[in-house]
């Protein structure tokens, strides 16, 4: 039987890699899933499809979660597509390494913005549609959050941010039956990670941390996204998942 059946479910950031695969394991659930996408429209499109195909339902939502008229606007479509929400995945984000002599005002508002802020007002409208009897945020973090590597410090911060974030939320909306919980993928074999791995001293040294002595799968993640969504976890809040093959800050 699908754990999700008759569940809406936005992610956000939803066009490629995690995103991308968490939405198409939600709706192989029986979720109904609102894809969103920042700028790629085709690659969100061809998640829908995949989606349709395996006999799921899913539409795809353009909006910059950069900028809160962007955020506001894409709950306003969920409202007008199905009138409530029960899962929300906060995976939109962007990460770049800078040195110290090379951080200015822009690299981090450019982080901040999407990775801090605009994960706050997607809970923050979100909660505002989900109907009443609870619901699951699910804040895709990361190990860098936790065990930062050299350049990392802007982006680092940002997924530190969000694990205090996922702790303050799970006390504020635990009385509404609104689960709370951080998703901390390891290195993982993703578009937004390609360049990162192709560096092999940074592959061998991930690979040197982790116990089951591989670089994680886009599948490692979805699964554990699906089991924090689902009513499995009910009695889970507040916490961290971390999904990374063993590997510990």
Do not use: C
Not at 85 to 91: K, Q, R
Request: proline share 2%; aromatic share 6%.
């Amino acid at each position: 039987m699908a754990k999700l059946k008759e569940k809406v479910a936005v992610v956000t950031g939803a066009s490629k890699g995690i995103g991308a695969g968490i939405a198409e394991k939600l709706g192989a659930e029986g979720a109904s899933v609102v894809v969103n996408y920042a700028s790629d429209k085709p690659g969100a499109d061809g998640v829908v499809q995949r989606i349709q195909r395996a006999g799921g339902k899913a539409v795809a939502v353009g909006a910059d979660l950069s900028k809160e008229e962007g955020v506001r606007e894409l709950f306003a479509q969920v409202k007008k597509e199905f009138g409530t929400l029960d899962i929300l995945v906060n995976n939109a984000g962007v990460y770049e390494f800078r040195s110290l002599n090379e951080i200015d005002s822009q690299h981090f508002y450019k982080h901040f913005d999407l990775n801090v802020l605009g994960l706050l007002l997607a809970t923050r409208e979100a909660v505002k549609i989900m109907n009443g009897e609870g619901g699951s945020i699910i804040n895709v973090s990361s190990i860098g959050g936790k065990t930062p590597v050299a350049g990392s410090s802007v982006y680092s911060a940002t997924k530190a941010a969000v694990d205090a974030i996922t702790r303050a939320l799970a006390l504020e909306l635990g009385p509404r039956k609104i689960r709370v919980n951080s998703l901390l993928p390891g290195v993982t074999e993703s578009e937004g990670n390609r360049e990162l791995l192709g560096d092999q001293t940074f592959r061998n040294f991930a690979l040197s941390r982790t116990p089951l002595g591989r670089i994680g799968t886009v599948d490692d993640i979805t699964g554990a996204a699906v089991f924090l969504a689902s009513p499995d976890s009910g009695w889970i809040t507040g916490e961290e998942l971390l999904v990374g093959g063993g590997i510990r800050f």
